[in-house]
């Protein structure tokens, strides 16, 4: 079972169906990932809830105001538990000729393909937006 496969699943099947909020198990990859997606735009909001056994992550996802079109046109896993993909700052994958976002899990964080390339750091490409 991959939890950030089911992750972007969760938010993939909302925007699909239209909800305007989404609500995910918390994890501290998940919610790392989260800030990522609202840093670059792709969702209106989030927030953290608190449990007593995990908590959860309630998602606002955004959407155009005339046309209702998500922010979110593709989400997908690249490196998945069965094969995991790395990369160099160097040869950082880009998304859409630089219109998405690869997010990417570095020893300083996950952060963006952007800011990992900034930092001179590659990592695990854990999943494109666009």
Known sequence: MDPIADYLTKIRNAIKAKHRVVE???SNIKKEITKVLFDKGYIQSYKFEESAVQGSIKIALK???LTKESAIVKIE????PGLRKYTHAETMPR???GL???IVS???G???DKEAKNLNIGGEVLCFVY
């Not at 896993?77 to 998945?80: G, H, Q, V, Y």
């Open 24 to 26: 995910v198990p918390a």
């Open 63 to 65: 959407y155009h105001p």
């Open 77 to 80: 896993r690249i490196s998945k």
């Open 95 to 97: 998304v859409l000729n």
């Open 100 to 102: 998405g976002v690869a």
């Open 106 to 108: 570095t020893s300083k």
């Open 110 to 112: 996950i952060m963006s």
